[in-house]
């Protein structure tokens, strides 16, 4: 039994470190189109989150915006992935995004290009994010969809909707991530 506790640890580890580089090695394209994944936030705490322009949950982008002011030398980021799945409420070009995002909320946290976050198309990083295997499994409820992702590259924890940047409960959930070595 001494010898496979051991083991069994590695296994644990190589698990972990496999799951974090697979969600990181993702390929994204950022709202420019420019090639990129996760990879380029090694290090810090993510804070992914889909997003729509014309959705009731809209609003929650000054609070997000808020939150990455606050944390982002701290080492957290949050990446907006606008996403059209829910109600066509993101239905707008990369630039037409950009613009709303910018002159609306002031938003300076990364966008992404829009992706499908369900469905038969639905992008790599959500299908590894809410798949069988995923540590918070589920489909995508609606927009603002949250997935915290620790500075290992492993989700740490998942937040619905309905759950505002500025709540206590996220507050707490980022400052832990950002304490976590």
């Given at each position: 039994?001494?010898?496979?506790?051991?083991?069994?640890?590695?296994?644990?580890?190589?698990?972990?470190?496999?799951?974090?580089?697979?969600?990181?090695?993702?390929?994204?394209?950022?709202?420019?189109?420019k090639a990129t994944s996760l990879k380029a936030f090694d290090g810090k705490v993510v804070l992914l989150v889909n997003v729509a322009s014309k959705c009731g949950y809209t609003k929650q982008y000054t609070g997000l915006e808020a939150l990455y002011k606050k944390y982002q030398d701290k080492g957290l980021v949050i990446v907006g992935v606008p996403s059209n799945d829910f109600g066509g409420q993101e239905p707008g070009t990369a630039d037409e995004i950009k613009e709303f995002c910018s002159t609306k909320y002031q938003v300076t946290f990364p966008l992404m290009e829009k992706v499908h976050v369900k469905g038969s198309e639905q992008h790599a990083l959500y299908t590894a994010l809410t798949g069988p295997n995923a540590k918070f499994p589920g489909d995508v409820k609606w927009n603002f969809g949250k997935f915290l992702i620790g500075r290992n590259g492993v989700v740490v924890e998942r937040f619905d909707s309905g759950v505002a940047p500025e709540s206590i409960e996220m507050i707490a959930a980022v400052e832990a991530a950002l304490a976590a070595k």
């Amino acid at each position: 039994m001494k010898r496979l506790l051991p083991i069994l640890t590695a296994l644990a580890t190589m698990t972990t470190v496999f799951a974090a580089s697979n969600l990181q090695e993702i390929p994204l394209k950022d709202i420019d189109g420019k090639a990129t994944s996760l990879k380029a936030f090694d290090g810090k705490v993510v804070l992914l989150v889909n997003v729509a322009s014309k959705c009731g949950y809209t609003k929650q982008y000054t609070g997000l915006e808020a939150l990455y002011k606050k944390y982002q030398d701290k080492g957290l980021v949050i990446v907006g992935v606008p996403s059209n799945d829910f109600g066509g409420q993101e239905p707008g070009t990369a630039d037409e995004i950009k613009e709303f995002c910018s002159t609306k909320y002031q938003v300076t946290f990364p966008l992404m290009e829009k992706v499908h976050v369900k469905g038969s198309e639905q992008h790599a990083l959500y299908t590894a994010l809410t798949g069988p295997n995923a540590k918070f499994p589920g489909d995508v409820k609606w927009n603002f969809g949250k997935f915290l992702i620790g500075r290992n590259g492993v989700v740490v924890e998942r937040f619905d909707s309905g759950v505002a940047p500025e709540s206590i409960e996220m507050i707490a959930a980022v400052e832990a991530a950002l304490a976590a070595k």
